[in-house]
């Protein structure tokens, strides 16, 4: 298996629509003029996924203030999103890419590690973009804990 397509800053975030955790469409290209934060996870619902989702959740105010939004995209159905955004308080979207297209163009699916083993999966990845769409930040391989952290570290925000 080769390697997934990798993002470089500098380059315009690859347009989508995919339908959100409540029943509507988003589209990329239609959100631009504000930054906003792109994050891929594995699974909702799972302790890593859930661990980041509320650590995003817990710093929106931070973030918005600094004028982002946060977006989270997933393999998830529709339905699971929903639960998981109401059982966890989550106020931002999360996206349902189901066919992995969305995944494929970000790269954020293809071979990692495991617990010490080679699998097939989602690629835990976070992208920052411009007003304009531009791909500011592009992290593959990002840890759960501490990501939202590192990543108000590297846009100056740290508390």
Request: net charge negative; aromatic share 12%.
């Given at each position: 298996m080769t390697a997934p397509l990798r993002l470089e800053p500098g380059t315009l975030a690859p347009d989508f629509t995919l339908t959100d955790h409540e029943g509507a469409s988003v589209t990329l290209s239609e959100l631009r003029g504000q930054k906003t934060i792109l994050y891929f996870y594995g699974e909702a619902m799972?302790?890593?996924?859930?661990?980041?989702?509320?650590?995003?959740?817990?710093?929106?105010?931070?973030?918005a203030g600094a004028g982002y939004r946060v977006i989270g995209i997933s393999r998830d159905a529709v339905a699971k999103l929903e639960r998981f955004a109401r059982e966890e308080h989550l106020?931002?979207?999360l996206l349902s890419d189901p066919d992995r297209a969305v995944h494929d163009l970000?790269?954020?699916f293809g071979e990692k590690q495991l617990y010490g083993k080679t699998v097939t999966g989602a690629i835990r990845s976070t992208f920052v973009l411009s007003e304009a769409g531009v791909i500011e930040l592009a992290l593959y391989n990002v840890k759960a804990t501490g990501h939202v952290n590192m990543l108000r570290k590297k846009l100056g925000l740290a508390a």
């Open positions: 799972t302790p890593g996924c859930t661990t980041q989702a509320c650590d995003f959740r817990d710093s929106l105010g931070d973030l106020t931002f979207p970000y790269g954020t």
